[in-house]
């Protein structure tokens, strides 16, 4: 994979703030629906238990703002779904096989080489055993990282969009928050910030090149 870049000398410095699952990651759900099958589950079963399971949404939210480990996280959940089912990296194994988003990471590279500011704003699902920051190998590529297991946050708070303004360091008129949940949008718009929500890669990465005046290329 590689990047160009466009002359930003006509272009203004912006801050990039960016989600991970879902933004830098290809969408998750049929890969999760695959994963639950030779786990001896149903197709669904990981998003009901995380979802619509009362005790599997009270874990996520403990596990996203720091108050539990992804160890004790993956016990908890692994009890939910089935006592067949193997608790230890439970997280690693159903993220390890989601791919990164490639247009988007190359979108990201080249705004940073481009010099624009970028930054990480993610809810978290647990760091260790299974960090899914370094799977995908994208944590060196931010000049900030807000991750709400670190912070105690999580989005759609107001905090941690604040949070992350400040330490991203430039004004409203030039930050650009990009999230595939349109809940999470909200937020940034209310304290300034253009906000970009992904439905698309494509179209995402699109709406981003014109925004922030680079152009990102893949090759094989």
């Known amino acids: 994979m590689s990047h160009s870049t466009t002359d930003v000398s006509r272009y203004e410095q912006r801050g990039l703030i960016l989600d991970f699952a879902g933004v830098l990651t290809a969408s998750a759900l049929a890969i999760h629906q695959a994963w639950c099958v030779p786990e001896g589950l149903a197709p669904g079963a990981w998003c009901a238990t995380l979802n619509d399971h009362s005790e599997g949404r009270r874990l996520y939210a ?10 004790e996280w993956n016990e908890g959940t692994a009890a939910l779904l089935g006592e067949h089912v193997d608790p230890v990296n439970l997280m690693g194994r159903a993220w390890s096989d989601v791919p990164p988003a490639c247009r988007m990471v190359a979108l990201a590279r080249a705004a ?3 010099g624009h500011r970028l ?17 995908v190998g994208i944590w ?33 008129e030039r ?9 999470n949008l ?8 253009t906000t970009v929500h992904v439905t698309d890669e494509d179209r995402a990465v699109a709406e981003l090149e014109a925004l922030l005046g680079v152009t990102a290329v893949l090759t094989i």
């Open 62 to 71: 403990a596990l996203e703002i720091g108050e539990i480990g992804q160890a």
């Open 112 to 114: 940073r080489a481009a």
């Open 119 to 135: 930054a990480l704003a993610s809810n978290s699902f647990g760091l260790d055993p299974f960090n899914p920051y370094e799977h």
């Open 140 to 172: 060196d590529l931010f000049d900030v990282h807000v991750v709400s297991e670190l912070e105690g946050l999580a989005k759609p708070d107001p905090a941690i969009y604040r949070l992350a303004l400040e330490r991203i360091g430039l004004p409203a």
């Open 175 to 183: 930050r650009v928050f990009v999230d595939d949940h349109e809940v």
């Open 186 to 193: 909200p937020p940034a718009a209310e304290l300034g910030t």
